[in-house]
């Protein structure tokens, strides 16, 4: 029972640190993509 527990608990810590990865790969892929959108508005003018 101990041992389920201790699975469950470390399934669940693994799975909240990957969610929070890719919240912030996805924040810096958004960020990358405005900049480039911001780069191509300037020169396009």
């Given at each position: 029972?101990?041992?389920?527990?201790?699975?469950l608990?470390?399934?669940?810590?693994?799975?909240?640190?990957?969610?929070?990865?890719?919240?912030?790969?996805?924040?810096?892929?958004?960020?990358?993509?405005?900049?480039?959108?911001?780069?191509?508005?300037?020169?396009?003018?």
């Amino acid at each position: 029972m101990t041992r389920l527990i201790a699975l469950l608990l470390l399934a669940g810590t693994t799975l909240l640190a990957a969610c929070n990865t890719m919240a912030g790969a996805g924040q810096d892929i958004s960020k990358g993509g405005n900049a480039i959108t911001n780069s191509a508005e300037k020169h396009s003018d």
